[in-house]
């Protein structure tokens, strides 16, 4: 941050303090001029009278020898003692004061009669006194017993001496003051204008960065323009718990690489191809420990291999501690409004923190410089931000949290909330999919923790790092590889259907999840039921097919949602179901993207029915698998997604009437208005995919890289200074 205002007011003070200083030296120069002026005139004047009295005590003799003789010689005595061009004339007085002999000129001031009274004794008397051609000194001295002689001297060039010495001292005075004033100002200056040469650079690369942002759609090639162009092309190093590539070892003993189903790798996996690197992430395959190199690392993707996986293992402590414990048993419901109770445990607590620490040494290990971009992934590494800056100081960390983050009363029910929060305050930039999530952690952080919230940069301080919280609506690539594929919609719909064995005149809704409570899938089903019994028509002509991918199955909050799910399929299925007819049809099983895609196409609506959902990247999915622009998104208002993608029919799953009408509303909705909607929500993810996302991140981080690297250069020539 540059704050003009405080280099300012330094330049205020140092021009206060050079006044100051020069306002001294001004008058010290007048009292030492006073000093001098009257020690000089002591000094001069004491010499002038010693030579007089010397002069005069030498012709004394002469002087009396010659009184009472002849007045030339006299004359020639006292023109001997005038010949100092100083001495402005001689008189010979008689004892009765009236005048022997005198030089021409001699000043009638010092006259016999003016000084005869005064001379007295040996000594004599000395005086000086104002002439109007200036200062003089007046000499008497008395000469046996005839008279005295007077010899006054001209003391005006000490006076001229004494203003030309003045006029040195000032000009050296001024010389000093314009030195005094001038260097340190032509310092301030010189630092103050190799200041604003940084800012302006920074503003520049700034002003860059918006224009791009502003003019162009952000894509792959944008993103590696970006990263080389604003990171000058460093590693980054990608944290995630999940892998994007698994090995698995199936049944007849051959290996496949799996492609898991999950939103964070769905995003992030586009921007690793983009950008290389090392994702490091738990290597979970089964045959995964077969497929690494001596680093643990392997290349992906299959066949085009332009980053690396560096597999972390875990023991079934670990991975029970920490990742279906404390990660999905306690952080995941904590974090989702969606009626589990979470479970904190103190010995998965124990295993979560083991594991950050694991996670974040193979992140450093894998860092080339003591200054990497590390994007941490999601609520599995709350504490890996902290202990990656305790490694690496000036890492730039940018957290991405991929679910909610719950109210501060919520979160308060955690027993190491504290520790949470102080564990993401480690990051450089802590990223949220809404600003909403991102005002749930300020009050979260004001609440609990001392820290200071900067609310004008929506940053917090702790301790005197900086973290910037930031929302980053997530999305996915665009184009999507998967959508490409060559085949048509009609196409699709007509393998499907045949997969199904639907009449050709049946209408198909479309859901596709992990098998997880908050995806609303039970309240989707009954959605469905309920769709049937309002709506008689579409009983033996609907159908809808759920692709739902198993997951976190040792979780029994999750192996009842599937005995549940698996319930009311049959039950709706008895109610409406005929020969050759099912309405529910669900499809138990990890799907690969092409499939999912050929669903997507082939269905006249999707519903994604979330009871809360940080953004829900299956509504992006099914918006983009739609070229032909037709087909119906009915869309939960509790997902991220609903704040983008307002084309969609938005509903509240939990009210089962409201859902069931809006999918009759999707099932016979025309298709010109499918069309509009669908050619709105299609423009919003052109321009709002997965690459900006990245790109905007990425960008933040290196404007904060750029004005971290001008504060500590600038902070290391005020040490220097
Ligand atoms: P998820 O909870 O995993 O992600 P989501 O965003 O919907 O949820 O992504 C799921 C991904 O898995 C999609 O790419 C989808 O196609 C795929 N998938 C789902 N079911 C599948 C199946 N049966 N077979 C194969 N693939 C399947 C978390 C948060 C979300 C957030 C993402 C990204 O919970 O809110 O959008 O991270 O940040």
């Not at 004359?75 to 004892?95: F, K, S």
């Not at 090639?221 to 190093?237: A, D, N, P």
């Not at 497929?291 to 690392?297: L, N, Q």
């Amino acid at each position: 941050m540059f704050k003009f205002s405080i280099h300012s007011s330094q330049m205020r003070r140092l021009a206060q303090f050079l006044l100051a200083l020069v306002l001294g030296l001004a008058l010290l120069t007048w009292a030492a001029s006073s000093v001098v002026r009257t020690t000089a005139q002591e000094w001069f004047e004491r010499d002038v009278n010693s030579r007089a009295r010397l002069a005069l005590a030498g012709a004394r003799p002469s002087l009396a020898a010659a009184w009472e003789g002849d007045a030339a010689a006299l004359r020639t005595h006292i023109a001997e003692l005038n010949r100092d061009e100083r001495v402005m004339g001689v008189a010979l007085c008689n004892a009765d004061f009236t005048v022997r002999a005198s030089t021409p000129g001699f000043p009638e001031a010092f006259g016999c009669w003016a000084v005869g009274s005064r001379v007295r004794g040996e000594e004599g008397w000395s005086s000086v006194a104002t002439l109007p051609t200036g200062r003089a000194s007046v000499n008497a001295v008395p000469v046996a017993e005839l008279g005295f002689a007077v010899l006054v001297q001209d003391l005006s060039y000490i006076e001229r001496r004494e203003s030309q010495a003045q006029t040195i001292l000032v000009v050296t005075f001024v010389l000093l003051a314009a030195l005094a004033l001038g260097v340190p100002m032509f310092v301030a200056q010189w630092v103050r204008s190799g200041r604003r040469a940084e800012i302006r650079k920074v503003r520049l690369e700034m002003e860059e960065q918006t224009e791009e942002s502003s003019s162009l759609q952000w894509n792959a090639e944008r993103l590696k323009r970006t990263l080389s162009r604003h990171l000058h092309g460093e590693k980054i190093v990608i944290l995630s718990n999940r892998e994007p590539y698994l090995h698995v070892r199936k049944a007849d003993g051959s290996i496949e690489v799996q492609h898991p189903a999950s939103g964070l790798v769905t995003a992030l996996e586009p921007v690793m191809r983009a950008c290389s690197g090392t994702w490091v992430a738990h290597g979970a395959g089964s045959a995964d420990r077969e497929t690494v190199d001596r680093f643990d690392g392997v290349r992906v993707p299959p066949g085009e291999e332009s980053y690396e996986i560096r597999r972390v293992w875990l023991t079934e402590e670990q991975e029970q501690g920490y990742y279906y414990g404390f990660s999905n048993e306690g952080l995941w419901p904590l974090c989702h409004v969606a009626h589990a109770r979470p479970q904190f445990r103190a010995e998965d607590w124990r295993q979560y923190r083991e594991v950050n620490q694991k996670f974040a040494d193979a992140v450093c290990d894998e860092a080339d410089s003591d200054d990497p971009v590390i994007l941490v992934q999601d609520y599995h590494f709350a504490l890996a931000p902290a202990m990656i800056r305790k490694r690496l100081p000036a890492a730039t960390v940018i957290v991405f949290w991929h679910i909610p983050w719950p109210n501060a009363e919520r979160l308060g029910i955690c027993p190491w909330r504290d520790e949470l929060l102080e564990g993401l305050l480690g990051s450089s930039i802590l990223g949220f999919h809404t600003q909403l999530h991102c005002n749930n952690f300020f009050e979260a952080v004001d609440r609990y923790l001392e820290t200071r919230i900067d609310r004008e940069h929506h940053a917090v301080v702790r301790q005197g790092h900086r973290t910037l919280i930031r929302p980053y609506p997530i999305s996915i690539e665009w184009p999507v590889r998967w959508a490409e594929t060559g085949e048509t919609a009609a196409e699709s719909r007509a393998r499907v259907f045949a997969d199904l064995g639907l009449r050709p005149d049946a209408l198909l809704g479309v859901g596709v999840d992990r098998l997880d409570y908050t995806k609303g899938i039970e309240e989707r089903l009954e959605a469905v039921e309920a769709l049937l019994e309002r709506y008689p028509e579409y009983r033996g002509r609907f159908t809808f097919v759920q692709l739902a991918a198993p997951s976190r199955t040792k979780i029994e909050r999750y192996r009842l949602l599937n005995e549940s799910v698996e319930q009311l399929t049959e039950r709706i299925n008895a109610r409406f179901g005929r020969e050759g007819y099912a309405p529910i049809r669900l499809l138990r099983a990890h799907h690969e993207p092409p499939d999912v895609f050929r669903y997507f196409r082939a269905a006249d609506l999707c519903y994604v029915s979330s009871l809360h959902d940080g953004m829900n990247l299956v509504a992006k999915e099914f918006v983009a698998a739609r070229g032909d622009l037709k087909g119906v998104l009915v869309l939960s208002e509790f997902t991220g997604a609903a704040r983008e993608l307002t084309e969609a029919l938005i509903v509240n799953p939990y009210d089962l009437e409201a859902a069931s009408e809006a999918m009759m509303m999707a099932l016979r909705m025309p298709v010109e208005e499918q069309r509009d909607r669908m050619r709105s929500m299609r423009a919003v993810i052109t321009q709002f995919n997965v690459y900006r996302w990245a790109g905007k991140m990425l960008e933040d981080a290196a404007r904060l890289r750029s004005q971290e690297r001008v504060a500590s250069r600038m902070s290391a020539r005020s040490l220097v200074g």
